[in-house]
């Protein structure tokens, strides 16, 4: 059986910066009660131009990159998206056609469960030997469909596209288990009512602000600390391992109490576990993506490290997955790597000949300056 090695990862954040403060002149609340709540600090707002498929572009080509593989390799695009461009076409087939990918491509609506269900998705197509490399995007612009006056939820989110390259190896890395979860009981607590087929878009579901999400956050929370740590437990335990041996815990980057809480029960420290939420908010499906390239960049996910990864979401949802990591290529050779094997081999015949000759014009030349 062959395995998923995660082979690149990339990120993309818009620039703009939305702080607790800007949210003060918004709405009525405070940088003390947001803090307190929620953990967050600031957040990133997409710009005039940017969108969940230009976004979701930057972030794979970074990652494709760091895989040293070119777009045209890829077998498979997997986007996990709540806010896609369109409601069609689905935004996987432009996010392939600008990426120049000649492959399938669908997106998957998880909510901010999302990134893991894809993830999981990814090792199944590798695992069967159908495909040898699989792109992996979580991508949001949640600014787009949040009432800017309804301070239940405005200040929880932001946006964001993280991206990974899943590649088959012999080596037994990446996913090594998994555990997807739905009680679509739970509906009516994180929705977007207008829109659908049950209330199509019109006038009413203007007036009625029913295109914004609705959220009963105490309900959510509840949810949210009833199914991380459980979550987490069951795929650890499915991988064969026990918490001790967990070198990073990287749960859905929603609120700082709820992940706290989950560190507790699974009697994890804190500094096993990673959090990026007072910079970005709750960026839905790009939360654990986005959380996952910053563990890596900061050193805190090296060659070897097991991690698991953790998100709950609308749905109400929830998926935990268990990766290894294998080894981490240095980015600085991605580009090189990039060509393919025989036209690299060309290449470095060419500039070893160049260099060669370069250096019998040079020679005389260096030889007639140091005479003077
Ligand atoms: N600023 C100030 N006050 C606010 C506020 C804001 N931004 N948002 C809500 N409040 C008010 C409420 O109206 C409520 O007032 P009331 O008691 O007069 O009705 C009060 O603060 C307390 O609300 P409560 O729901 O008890 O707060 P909380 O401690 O549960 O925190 C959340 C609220 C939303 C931060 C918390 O419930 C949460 O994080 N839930 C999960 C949400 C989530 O993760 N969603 C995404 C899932 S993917």
Known sequence: MKHGRIAGWGKYVPKKVLTNSDLERLVDTSDEWIVTRTGIRERRIAGEGET???MSVAAARQALDRAGLRASELDLIIVATSSPDYMLPPVSSMIQDRLGAQCGAFSLVAGCTGFVYGLATAQQFIASGAYQNVLVIGAEIISRNI???DRNTCVLFGDAAGAVVVQASDTPTGVLSFRLGSDGSGAEHLMVHGGGVVMPMS????DERAHYIRMNGREVFKFATRVLARAALEAVEGAGLAMDDV????????NLRIIEVAARQ????????FVNLERYGNTSAASIPVALVEAIEQGRITENSTVVMVGFGAGLTWASAVVKM????RPRYALWRSIPGRARARARVAMRTLSMRAGALLLPLYARVTRR
């Open 247 to 254: 070198d990073l815990l990287i749960p859905h980057q929603a």
């Open 52 to 54: 969940t498929m230009t």
């Open 326 to 329: 294998g080894a981490l290529d």
């Open 266 to 273: 699974l009697g994890l420290p804190m500094d096993k576990v």
């Open 147 to 149: 009432d800017w006056t």
């Open 203 to 206: 006038q009413r579901v203007v």
